[in-house]
Structures are given as C-alpha cells and as structure tokens.
C-alpha cells in the first residue's frame, strides 16, 4: 500500500520487517515476493545497485531451493515469482540502457511464463522486453511485444497489464512518429492507470505529453505535465522529479516563458543535487558494505589461519606421540631381540659345556677300562709266567 502511495522507504522498512519473520518461518515464497518488492521500491528511489542486490538475492535463494521436490500448486507460484523476478531485473537494465542483458532476462521471463502457463506473468514478461527494444530504438520490435502483451492482459481483464501495456504502445508510436496512434494509447493507459496506479498514472501523463511535444503542441504539453506535477506531489521519487521538471522547463521554454522555465530549471537543479546525494549516499552505503564485508572476510581468514595452526599443533603433536611411540616400539624390539639372542647364547654355551663334560667322563670311562685291561693283562701275564710256570715245574 504503502509502495503504490509513492512512500516508497515506509514501504521499504516494512518489507525489511516482513523478511526479519519470514526467514524464521523458512517461507521461501513470501521471501521471494519480499526481495522483489524490496527492490522494486528502491529502485523508484533510484538506488539501482540495492536493487539489483535484492533482485539476485531472490533468484540466488530459489537456484539453492529444491524446487522439483515441491508439490505442483507451491512448484507453479515459486516459479511464477521466479518469472517476475526476471521480468523486473529485465527492466531494471532496459532502464540502464543494458539492452542485451534486458532482453536476456526478459526472454527468461517469457520462457519460465509459458512453461507453467501463467497468462499475467507472460504478458508483463513481454512488457518488460519491449521496453529492452524500446530503449535500443528497435521500436518495430517494442511495438511487436506490446501488441502481443496488450492482446493477452485484454483477455485475462488484468488492467495493470493493460496500462502497461498501452504505456509501451504509446511511446513506441512515439518512436515510430505515429503520434495520433501514440496520444491514443497513452489516453487509455491513463484511464485504466488512474485508480490502480499512481506512478503507471503519472508515466501514462508524461507519454501523452512526450508526444504532444513531438506534435509541437507545447501548450498542451505544459498543461499534462502540470498536472503531473499535482499528482506528483507526495512522492519521494527523486528521478522521476528531475525527469518531470526537467520536461516543463523544456516546454515552458519553447513556449517562450522564459521565467517559468528558470523557476522549473532550478528545481530541477534541486532534484538532481537529491540524486547526486541518493547516488553518493548508495556509494557510501555499498563501500561501508565492502568494508564490513572485507572486516567480516578477514576475521573469517583470521579464524580460519587460528583453526589451521591449531590443526597444524595438534598434527605435529600426534606426529611427536607417533615418532615417540615407534621409538619405543622399536626400542622395545631391539631389547626383545638382545634379551632372545642372550638367551640364546646362553643356550649355545650351557650346551657346549656339557658337551665337553661328557666328553671328560667318556674320555675318563675309557681310560679307566684301558687300565683295568692292562691290569688285566699285567695280572694275566704275572699268573702263567709266574705260578703257571712254577706249578709246571713242580709237577714235573
């Protein structure tokens, strides 16, 4: 409501309060509609970098949503949010004079609309591209789109669509210097415009007197802008303002009221020391933005080098316990192997000695019998040379 008042940051605060709920609630939908009208309403103030933020914020949180997964009713409105979020960016850069990445967008738009069949979407879609041809001066192309747009916002009674619609119509005529057709289409825009919307109300007036201008009717372009002027009031949208007092001074000047034309001149001078301010306020804001980016970024680092030395402490304290442990494990191996090999040895030498002392007792059990066989013999001998022999004697 607020957005369509033309109090454009009230409608701003509220969408930033709306986000803050709807991220606790995970409600992808409401949030998606929340950064596109987020950044609708920023760009009527002319911050176009906030815009486009908020714009790819949307469409970056929908790429991560598992959409398939969806049932088709939610799949078929996330999809639909996600055709208006290229329609709107389509726009944004037909605005900042970026025809190819416009119709880009615009043809995206047009594409995702057809596939699920969302006859409001695909007609806004092919505003949005029209309006990509309208400012590359491709105004047969632009008048194309807009035809087929109002053909189909027509059939569906969506009169948004249609003042939209009649809006490229006119300024394509316009283009094409088929002014008479131009003043017609702009004359419906404003009636199906005037109490639905009051910024399509207000570009509705100026393309009717785009066109008066171009007819050199000055005085009936000064009396459209006027009003403009009127139904202006309210608004805190600051280019728009320069674009209007901009025109009147124009007018005013070629009608020969030279006065008027440097009263509006001057305001316009004030509107556009309001952008500069707006535009220098924005390159603030985003720098501030890097800033904190970059503080956030380098304490990020600054965590993540505390983390990796940390990691790197603890590797080198496991690799010291691990180099320790195989020491030990080694050095426990090596004892192991001295204390078998000991063993061993002392095995080996128990052995050879009582080899050896076998060997003495078989060595003394053989020279005891050796003693005894000579004493046997001695014995032997002494008894049949002595007694024998004495015995023999006698008997003889």
Known sequence: VHGQEGRYQEAINHFHAAIFFYRKSNSLQDLLICYNNLGANLRQLGMVDSTIHYYFTAIQLFDKHLVEKEAAP????????????????????????????AIQFGNKAIDISRQIGDSVRLALAMISTSNAYYVDKNFGESLTLARQASAIANAIQHPIGQAKAFHLLSVSYTGLHKLDSAIDAAG????????????????????????????????????????????????????????????????????????????????????????????????????????ETAKKERALALGQLQLVEKDLQLQTKRNQIFYALTALVIAVLVVVLLFLRSRHNKRLHQKEVEAIQQEKELQLLHALMQGEEKERNRIAKDLHDGVAGMLAAVKM
């Not at 208006?84 to 037909?94: C, P, Q, V, W």
């Not at 009127?230 to 007018?251: H, I, M």
């Not at 005013?252 to 220098?280: C, H, K, P, T, W």
């Open 74 to 101: 939610v799949k078929e409105d996330l999809l639909s949010t996600y055709a208006m979020l290229h329609e709107n960016i389509s726009t944004l850069y037909g605005n900042l004079e970026n025809v190819s990445k």
């Open 188 to 291: 419906k825009a404003l009636v199906l415009a005037k109490n639905t919307d009051r910024q399509l109300y207000l570009t509705a007036l100026m393309d009717l007197a785009d066109a008066y201008h171009d007819k050199k009717d000055y005085g009936k372009e000064v009396v459209l802008i006027k009003e403009a002027t009127q139904v202006f009031k309210g608004l805190d949208n600051v280019p728009f303002g320069l674009n209007l007092y901009e025109k009147l001074a124009q007018a005013n000047y070629a009608l020969g009221n030279y006065r008027e034309a440097f009263d509006n001149l001057a305001i316009s001078g004030d509107y556009q020391d309001s952008v500069m301010r707006l535009e220098n306020k924005e390159v603030v804001a985003r720098t501030e933005a890097e800033y």
